[in-house]
């Protein structure tokens, strides 16, 4: 409600501004979400169009340009190099990755979870990259 109080202090050119960069910041998100649906929490997906925006402009076109890990490209990396350790350190589990390696998968019992896990983990993985790449503390007023 505040923001229609304020709205009539605007000039028609200030308010004809704000609506451009308002339907630019739902294009922008728009475009992102629908190219990564698939790579990123499907419960997560509302709450972080609402984020996007809320964001300023520069940072919605950093993530155009951002990429996120694929999950198909990721089970398949598990799948045919999970012994090594390769699928945990690309996301991140550098440590889980290294032991995978030095025990050829954990004896088979790590890769065989990390089959069966590696889909939501890249999920999340690349959620908070996306939210490290949008920092609250550059919102718009």
């Not at 076109?61 to 350190?89: E, K, P």
């Amino acid at each position: 409600m505040a923001d229609y109080e304020n709205e009539r202090y605007y000039s028609d050119a200030e308010r004809e501004e704000r609506e451009n960069i308002r339907k630019q910041k739902i294009t922008l998100t728009d475009r992102f979400l629908v190219l990564n649906q698939a790579d990123l929490p499907d419960d997560k997906i509302p709450m972080l169009r609402d984020k996007m925006l809320h964001c300023s402009l520069r940072k919605l076109t950093a993530m155009q340009n951002m990429t996120c890990r694929r999950v198909y490209s990721m089970q398949f990396i598990s799948l045919i190099l999970g012994w090594t350790g390769i699928d945990r350190m690309l996301l991140g589990d550098v440590g889980i990755g290294l032991l995978k390696l030095c025990t050829l998968g954990g004896c088979g019992l790590l890769m065989l979870f990390d089959w069966l896990t590696v889909s939501g983990r890249t999920r999340r993985y690349n959620y908070i990259k996306v939210m490290g790449v949008m920092d609250y503390d550059d919102y718009d007023c």
